[in-house]
């Protein structure tokens, strides 16, 4: 890659497991806000990416022990995506050593918690609109960035990877595993996890066809077939 400045991004899904009472959620949201640590206000540093289903925002934080201190919201309900971007003066210069550090909250739902988070650099043409495309339903298992595994026919990787955000490298924070492995699941964008035994930290480049491994599996009823 010869980008030398990279949008940085965090990026977030909260799909297939944020269950709960609106009541608490919001009753765990609101104390997250009350005892956040000393930060830096994100004005003019990040924005909200610009896709019609995006959630995020930047908000203010309400710890009495603090000051000047921001936070990202990512989402917060159930089925939501979120993507918040570096704004044009804020790019990472990659040929330049550079340092940043974040907390990162993620609720506190246990087993029943959402996919997860994603720290993004990214070049995509498509900037503050980059997301993966995913047709008409959002893919939890992409945590935002990674392709989009809907296609049980697919043959080879081209087309998965073309589908993720481009030009771009991610370190995810997923707290949900995707581990499905039989035939009834090929194109249910399960998958990503296999051979994961917890949630995890990992990193890798989401347009980049190498990322990806096609497993074949097939079924003998009601006729002999491979996803």
Do not use: C
Request: overall charge negative; hydrophobic content about 35%; aromatic content about 8%.
């Amino acid at each position: 890659m010869t980008y030398l400045k990279w949008l940085l991004a965090v990026l977030g899904l909260s799909t297939v497991l944020a269950t709960g009472m609106v009541a608490s959620a919001d009753a765990d949201y609101d104390q997250a806000l009350k005892t956040a640590p000393q930060g830096i206000s994100l004005d003019n540093i990040f924005v909200p990416g610009t896709t019609s289903n995006n959630q995020a925002a930047i908000v203010n934080t309400t710890n009495p022990n603090i000051t000047g201190t921001q936070a990202a919201k990512v989402n917060n309900g159930k089925k939501q995506f979120g993507a918040l971007w570096s704004t044009t003066d804020n790019h990472f210069d990659l040929t330049k050593n550079m340092k940043s550090s974040m907390w990162m909250y993620f609720g506190n739902t246990g087993k029943k918690a959402a996919d997860g988070m994603a720290l993004v650099f990214q070049n995509d043409a498509r900037g503050l609109t980059a997301t993966p495309t995913y047709g008409k339903t959002v893919s939890g298992e992409t945590l935002g960035v990674w392709g989009v595994d809907t296609d049980k026919k697919q043959t080879t990787p081209d087309k998965l990877a073309s589908t993720a955000i481009q030009n771009s490298w991610a370190l995810e924070f997923d707290t949900h595993l995707n581990t499905s492995t039989n035939y009834g699941n090929t194109g249910d964008a399960d998958s990503f996890d296999v051979g994961i035994s917890g949630p995890h930290i990992a990193s890798n480049y989401p347009g980049e066809v190498s990322t990806y491994e096609m497993v074949r599996t097939s079924t003998l009823l009601p006729i002999y077939s491979v996803g």
